[in-house]
């Protein structure tokens, strides 16, 4: 588990536009399976002029039964649940193969809806070309639900970044 807090003064926009700006020089595009953080990731990036050039598609799969529809292993969130590193490496590779992206990136987990249980999250950036999966299990420190989204999206958006 790692507790993270947020780095340094970078605003998402200047992530974003970093990524979307590498991207278009590497010609590769991206593509996002969100269910805890509910397009967030997607509507950060779209908030940059070009984006359309790298982010092939998006999708919210908030239940369980789009997560299956989309391709995410049935015996894999019974065995593992919902919330775990297997269901987001699956998330990233089926959205990743759907869009035929570079790059697939899986978000899962809970915020803390549920009493007496920290907010979790488990991601998996794929990156085709290597079939390296980079994963990762956050635990947010901010209280409000969009403020854990924000500071989900600037860590995976600085790993991405990282990783291109």
């Known amino acids: 588990m790692n507790n993270f807090a947020k780095k340094g003064k970078i605003k998402m926009y200047e992530l974003c536009e970093k990524i979307v700006k590498k991207l278009k020089e590497q010609n590769k595009t991206i593509a996002f399976m969100e269910s805890c953080t509910g397009g967030f990731l997607a509507n950060e990036i779209t908030n940059i002029s070009g984006a359309s050039d790298i982010l092939k598609v998006s999708i919210i799969t908030y239940s369980n039964e789009y997560k299956i529809k989309f391709g995410i292993n ?56 290597e079939n390296k999966y980079i994963t990762e299990i956050l635990t947010p420190i901010s209280g409000e639900r969009k403020k854990m989204k924000e500071e989900i999206a600037k860590k995976i958006f600085s790993n991405i970044l990282e990783k291109i």
């Open 74 to 129: 049935e015996n894999t969130i019974k065995t593992y649940t919902v919330y775990s590193i297997e269901t987001a490496k699956e998330m990233a590779k089926k959205i990743s193969d759907f869009a035929n992206s570079n790059i697939g990136v899986g978000i899962t987990g809970e915020l803390g809806n549920t009493i007496n249980k920290e907010p979790k999250v488990y991601y998996t950036i794929y990156l085709k070309k």
